[in-house]
């Protein structure tokens, strides 16, 4: 079992930053392969960010050049540093891991890993 939480969410105005913070328990190394989710409620679930132990980073369209998913090996937690956030970017923030998926790393239906999540509120 992997076990996951995140934290580091909260309310920001837009342009600000947040960092998100997501500390991996249980089989560390099976979770190498992880990502960033996220969800407004009523709609689907958004990939955002995606990290692979060999190939390195993959963002959306929609974070792109404003966010940064890293890992620190060491201490077993996934990051998400988000610069220049819009209102648009409210919503709650959910790490996932252990990828089985070989390509489409953003497809929620890849991780069977997930943490419980952390809001993010962007005011305008």
């Known amino acids: 079992q992997v076990q996951l939480m995140e934290s580091g969410g909260g309310s920001v105005q837009a342009g600000g930053s947040l960092t998100l913070s997501c500390v991996v328990s249980?089989?560390?190394?099976?979770?190498?392969?992880m990502g960033w989710f996220r969800q407004v409620l009523g709609k689907e679930r958004e990939g955002i960010a995606a990290n692979d132990r060999d190939l390195g980073p993959t963002y959306a369209d929609s974070v792109k050049g404003r966010f940064t998913i890293s890992r620190d090996n060491a201490k077993n937690i996934l990051s998400l540093q988000m610069n220049s956030l819009k209102p648009e970017d409210t919503a709650m923030y959910y790490c996932a891991a252990d990828r089985t998926c070989v390509s489409g790393w953003l497809r929620s239906e890849c991780y069977p890993y997930w943490g419980q999540g952390t809001q993010v509120t962007v005011s305008s």
């Open positions: 249980g089989h560390p190394s099976r979770s190498a392969d």
